[in-house]
């Protein structure tokens, strides 16, 4: 469970360090510590997915 949803967090931090995992944070509404056992839905990685995009563009 939530091996996705970490995964984006790991990126999120090769891009911003923490700021950008903050951000993650803020945009998904799940911390990077729940993110691990939230399941990977549909609903979440698209989440997660979108917030990524957004974060690579402030972190360019």
């Known amino acids: 469970m ?3 949803l ?6 999120a ?7 950008a995992r903050m951000r993650m ?3 998904t509404r799940i911390s990077s510590e729940k993110a691990g056992t939230e ?4 609903e979440n990685v ?3 997915e979108e ?3 957004s974060i690579s563009q402030e972190f360019k």
Do not use: C
């Not at 970490?6 to 990126?11: F, I, R, V």
């Not at 399941?39 to 549909?42: A, G, T």
């Open 2 to 4: 939530g091996a996705k």
């Open 6 to 11: 970490l995964e984006y967090y790991g990126k």
């Open 13 to 19: 931090d090769k891009l911003g360090g923490m700021k």
């Open 25 to 27: 944070a803020v945009m």
């Open 39 to 42: 399941p990977d839905s549909p």
């Open 46 to 48: 698209s989440k997660f």
């Open 51 to 53: 917030a990524l995009k």
